[in-house]
């Protein structure tokens, strides 16, 4: 099952994987992990910009400067 979207955190760039998630509570993971974990190639899913819960913190704090360099939403193999 394709998302129509995925939650993809505009400052670090993990995915929320809230398809099958590890645990109960869904969880942020490499967009790698993500992409390894079910199958999918460059243009799925749509990637919705959001942001992880430690980037919330960063940006509310007004210290962008630390945020970590975006790794980007590759699915390329």
Do not use: N
Not at 35 to 44: A, N, P, Q
Request: glycine share 10%; aromatic share 10%; with cysteine.
């Amino acid at each position: 099952m394709i998302p129509l979207a995925a939650r993809f955190c505009v400052g670090c760039g993990q995915v929320l994987d809230d398809l099958q998630p590890s645990d109960s509570r869904p969880s942020w993971i490499t967009a790698e992990a993500y992409r390894k974990k079910y199958g999918f190639g460059f243009t799925d899913p749509h990637l919705m910009g959001d942001a992880c819960p430690p980037c919330v913190r960063v940006f509310a704090s007004g210290r962008h400067e630390s945020l970590p360099e975006m790794v980007g939403a590759s699915f390329s193999t």
